[in-house]
Every structure is written in C-alpha cells, then in structure tokens.
C-alpha cells in the first residue's frame, strides 16, 4: 500500500498559482496517481488522474516526476471557490480491494484561498 | 456530471431504530463503495462491492450491512441505530478511473 503523504494546509491568494505536492516514496509499478477535491457537506470530486510525466484538463494540471516519487497538482489562477480540501491517492486501478491505496483517502491538503 | 443519487439527504431518528439509506446508480458501474465521514474528519471506507451479490467490509469496522442485488443499487441498513452512528454517509461508484460520489446522507440518531 502505497502511503501518500501531502501537506495539512496551504493559503492562497485568487488569482495565483497553487501547487499542491503529495510524497509517494513506495509507489508501485501499477499504482495510478489521483486528486481529489471536496467541499464541506459534499463528496469529493474526481480532478485529475496520472500515471507519468504530466497530465492536463480544464480544471488542473498534474506533473509527475521520472522516479514518480511524488506528484505535483497544479491549480491556475485560483478563485474563491477553489476552497476546498484536496486528496492524494494511489493505488492500483485493476485491483479495488479494500486496502488498495485508491480507496483511502486520508486527511488531505484543505486549500484557503483569500481575496 | 455523473448520476449517482442518495436518499434521504438528511435524516434524524431515535436510538433503537432501523434504517436504509439508499444508493442507485445510473451508470452501469459495477463498483460500489459506502464511505464514512465526521465533519472536519477523514473519510474511511466501511463497504464496498466488486458487483451483484458481492460485498466486502472496508478498512473501518461498521455495524451496517449492504446489499447488491441489483448492478445500480447499494443500499445500506442499520438494524439498531445508535449515537455513535451520527455522522455522514458517501456512496460512490467507478468504472475504472475516478471515484464518482453522491451528495451523502447526513444521519442524527438521538
């Protein structure tokens, strides 16, 4: 089971760039790369989801080194509503046991971004 | 947006009662999860199911009971509610990428 670890908060201003850095040291070779976000009183949202080098959509972007030690989550240009608490998981997409690494979703990073 | 409901949204009910809160799925996922959550908290998988007649205990030990008699359906039951089972309840299903979840079950038990 790879263990994630990612920072407890992070503070931003609208309009900046956040990076959010989540540490996998014992990823596996079949172990997927994903992010998470959630509001208070809502279930997490899919965000973004990698396996190598870097991975774009219309919300983020997701950059994963060569050794894929760990993953960078990218936000552009945050706003108000970007407050939220975002997870880091990784785990085996094939295998959806209850101990897969894609199941468990830990404390997360809660992102406050400030006027 | 993916079509996964739950009902009720909230519900408060007395010690000692029985409960089901409903999980339905639209989009063929043969995935299905049942997580809990305490406000400010982690979220901690208690269920989950491969696909009909499977299920599995997740990595946090709950009193409920699930079925899956039907591919888009995950019920949850709580024979005898309790106190301590305040909290709130997330569904989810997937494919094979993300996890896509319901807007929850805010459950008192007084």
């Known amino acids: 089971l790879a263990k994630t670890t990612q920072p407890i908060s992070m503070d931003s201003y609208e309009g900046q760039e956040v990076n959010i850095t989540c540490s996998h040291n014992?990823?596996?070779?079949?172990?997927?790369i994903t992010w998470y976000q959630q509001f208070p009183s809502q279930g997490p949202r899919f965000i973004i989801q990698g396996y190598k080098t870097k991975v774009t959509n219309e919300v983020a972007s997701l950059f994963i080194p060569a050794d894929r030690k760990s993953s960078t989550l990218s936000l552009p240009r945050v706003s108000l509503s970007d407050t939220a608490v975002y997870y880091c998981l990784v785990g085996d997409l094939s295998n959806y046991g209850g101990s897969q690494g894609n199941l468990i979703f830990g404390k997360g990073t809660k992102l406050s971004v400030k006027p | 947006e993916a079509d996964i409901y739950q009902t009720p949204r909230y519900l408060v009910i007395g010690t000692g009662k029985k409960i089901t809160l409903e999980c339905s799925q639209t989009m063929g996922h043969d995935k299905m999860y049942w997580y809990q959550q305490d406000p400010g908290m982690e979220l901690h998988l208690i269920h989950y199911s491969y696909g009909v007649n499977s299920t599995e205990k997740g990595d946090l030990s709950s009193e409920s009971t699930v079925s899956r008699i039907r591919t888009e359906h995950f019920p949850l039951t709580l024979e005898s509610a309790r106190p301590s089972h305040t909290s709130q309840y997330l569904c989810a299903s997937s494919a094979s990428a993300g996890q896509y979840f319901g807007p929850g079950t805010r459950l008192l038990v007084l």
């Open positions: 014992n990823i596996a070779t079949n172990d997927y």
